[in-house]
């Protein structure tokens, strides 16, 4: 009986999957819908009264399920880095002369032009064949497990198709584009007004807000698609290139979008992007400009990537859309680091779909280059399609009614007397007591950009600075479940997650929380070539002196004076005092001896190399987990010397340290002679 049932589940299965694929993939349906739905509810009905036979990659799993209490997190296995955007021709090959430069080559390059989606990037890992965990993009290294919810997108397959005699990969992490279609995000809203719910300001927000459901079946009622566009590893293909891998995702059942080209040079890369300009108004989703990569994976892997975004890929970002409003107002912020902001306040205008009543201005000289007075017409425009700025005031608009823009002379927090300080653009309050000043640190340090501590958002934040519980960041570790759940909005729950997750921050890495201080200059990163030169010490780090931070490649002076100055502040110490109190502990990711033979060894490269540039070679001693000096030391345990190499040369020699040519320096990376022993070269 039972197995009757469980052939009759299959047939069914055979059957939707096959009619899905006609009606979803080649829009050519052989049934009709009320048929397929018919189909449709006797699987389900057979599933309900035989739950033991329902599998992961049944069609039924398309409608969600009951809700969760609270989304998971899953950990990237390679990060989701961001790209670095390019607005015009000129910075597109801008590009490719920074790629040129770092691979040393004359050589052309191909590349693959992909229309880049307002959506939400999201990665899918595949074990045998079967999707198993599916999770959004979150920090980029953490996002949040929302498998159920993305199971219910028909254009994600459940289980990899493997045409003819192709053989499906072990383990492969797929990640694309969930999004939602003009047409699909204008009948959503339509729906939510009727239903009295508040519309979503984009597609973007809407594919965002239906993935975050904690109940799955509000998804699936959601007209989410899909489009691929790579894997977080080329080795978990066999694949050579971009191109080829489209391919290949194609075959294994994911659906690529039709506008990607491959460019056999930049000049067809650009072309590409004034054609996917031309015809966006035309498409049925929205884009924001184009995402331009190195085609080949060996050149790929030679530029590698730099903590935020990798070299080899770029986004060429359309044009903004601009529109014109009235400038009523500005109002004068004040930062983390005491830096004074100047916000326009505008009459409330649609900038390519999104609703702008503010703007940046940036700083004092910015309002006097653009010649802005309160009461201008503005021309207003999203840069980038994401934050509003003011291009200029209508000059023919003007009735002489209009009024000067003054910056205070004093803060307009704590009153303290505002400073410029000599060769900056921006104003400042050097009161380090500043209220304000306390306030935003602590939403840094709390937020994504910092420490990331769950439900300590930017209101929770103001809540418990207001109500006096949190004034500096150690009183964040000493918050009990009782302080919280007295306060307006907060209930046991909501408290005791927030506790946790104050706890589990106790233990971070040095970049992480390096971020999260919020120290002028130094973002994420500086903080990540921090952590790679001290391995994770604080104390090593907070007893640096400015010349040992120069010495670290990637910081200038700015930043030295800035991070000393910084570390050598009473309070600062007995804030970080206060922290190890708390129990707050630095941890590092363990890497294995294999993956860092250059392990305690310190590089200076002088003198042009023939075979790679000079960021290339910097780049391959980091991977095998040495670091790079920028001045002759005794801590320098290799000097690398190609044609030119000037002074530093001799100051090595006499300071005895090892000197190699570039033919031994190939010879270490290639794992030959991989032993310190110092070295003498007759030809100098």
Not at 11 to 39: M, V
Not at 384 to 413: A, Y
Request: glycine letters at 8%.
């Amino acid at each position: 009986m039972v197995e009757d049932i469980k052939k009759k589940i299959q047939e069914l299965r055979k059957q939707i999957n096959f009619h899905a694929h006609r009606y979803y993939e080649l829009d050519d349906p052989l049934i009709a819908d009320s048929e397929y739905d018919q189909l449709f509810q006797e699987l389900l009905n057979l599933e309900e009264l035989h739950p033991q036979l329902v599998t992961p990659d049944s069609p039924s799993q398309r409608v969600g399920s009951r809700p969760l209490a609270e989304f998971k997190t899953v950990r990237h296995t390679h990060p989701m880095l961001s790209l670095e955007n390019a607005f015009n021709e000129t910075e597109l090959l801008d590009f490719e002369e920074r790629l040129q430069r770092f691979l040393k080559s004359e050589n052309d390059l191909s590349y693959m032009a992909e229309p880049k989606l307002d959506g939400l990037a999201v990665e899918l890992v595949y074990e045998k064949g079967l999707l198993t965990i599916g999770s959004t993009r979150g920090d980029g290294r953490t996002g949040e497990e929302i498998t159920r919810n993305l199971k219910t997108i028909r254009s994600i397959p459940l289980r990899l198709a493997a045409p003819g005699n192709m053989q499906l990969p072990e383990n492969i992490e797929v990640r694309g584009e969930a999004y939602l279609t003009l047409a699909g995000f204008q009948a959503l809203n339509e729906q939510r007004l009727s239903a009295g719910e508040t519309i979503f300001a984009n597609p973007r927000n809407a594919a965002a807000g239906s993935l975050r459901q904690l109940d799955s079946r509000v998804t699936a009622q959601r007209p989410l698609d899909f489009f691929a566009y790579g894997v977080s590893d080329t080795a978990q293909s066999p694949c050579s290139s971009q191109e080829e891998l489209l391919d290949y995702l194609r075959k294994l059942g994911f659906e690529i979008n039709p506008l990607t080209k491959f460019c056999r040079d930049i000049s067809q890369v650009i072309e590409h992007f004034a054609h996917l300009q031309d015809i966006r108004p035309t498409l049925a989703y929205d884009i924001d400009g184009m995402v331009v990569k190195v085609n080949y994976f060996d050149l790929q892997q030679r530029l590698g990537s730099k903590a935020r975004s990798p070299r080899w890929a770029i986004a060429a970002k359309f044009a903004a859309t601009q529109a014109t409003t009235i400038l009523q107002k500005v109002e004068f912020q004040v930062g983390r680091t005491g830096a004074i902001t100047p916000v326009a306040l505008l009459k409330p205008v649609n900038v390519g779909g999104v609703v702008v009543s503010r703007a940046t201005l940036h700083n004092e000289g910015e309002i006097k280059r653009k010649g802005l007075k309160i009461g201008d017409h503005v021309l207003v425009q999203r840069a980038g399609d994401v934050i509003p700025e003011i291009v200029k005031p209508v000059m023919e608009q003007r009735s002489g009614s209009e009024k000067t823009i003054r910056m205070p002379e004093s803060c307009p927090v704590c009153r303290h007397r505002l400073i410029l300080p000599e060769g900056e653009a921006i104003t400042r309050c050097p009161n380090s007591h500043c209220p304000a000043q306390r306030l935003r640190l602590l939403i840094h340090y709390t937020s994504k950009a910092g420490m990331d501590i769950e439900g300590l958002g930017k209101k929770a934040m103001e809540q418990l600075f207001s109500q006096k519980l949190v004034q500096d960041i150690p009183d964040i570790y000493a918050l009990q479940v009782a302080d919280l759940v007295v306060l307006d909005g907060w209930a046991e729950k909501s408290a005791r997650n927030a506790v946790a997750a104050i706890k589990a921050s106790r233990h971070t890495s040095l970049a992480k929380l390096l971020s999260g201080l919020g120290i002028r200059y130094v973002g994420e990163e500086v903080a990540g070539l921090l952590e790679e030169h001290y391995g994770g010490s604080l104390h090593e780090l907070m007893q640096a002196g400015e010349e040992e931070l120069l010495d670290i490649e990637g910081i200038g002076p700015q930043t030295a004076q800035s991070i000393k100055e910084y570390f050598h502040d009473s309070e600062v110490k007995k804030m970080v005092s206060r922290l190890m109190d708390f129990g707050f502990t630095i941890v590092s990711a363990p890497k294995s001896p294999g993956e860092r033979p250059f392990a305690g060894w310190v590089f200076l490269f002088t003198g042009s190399l023939a075979a790679m540039s000079r960021d290339e070679a910097k780049v391959r001693v980091k991977e095998r987990g040495a670091k790079v000096a920028s001045q002759v030391s005794k801590k320098v345990t290799h000097v690398v010397v190609g044609d030119k190499p000037g002074s530093k040369l001799k100051k090595a020699q006499e300071l005895g340290l090892t000197i190699l040519t570039e033919k031994n320096f190939a010879d270490l990376l290639a794992g030959k002679d991989a032993s310190p022993n110092k070295q003498q070269l007759s030809i100098f």
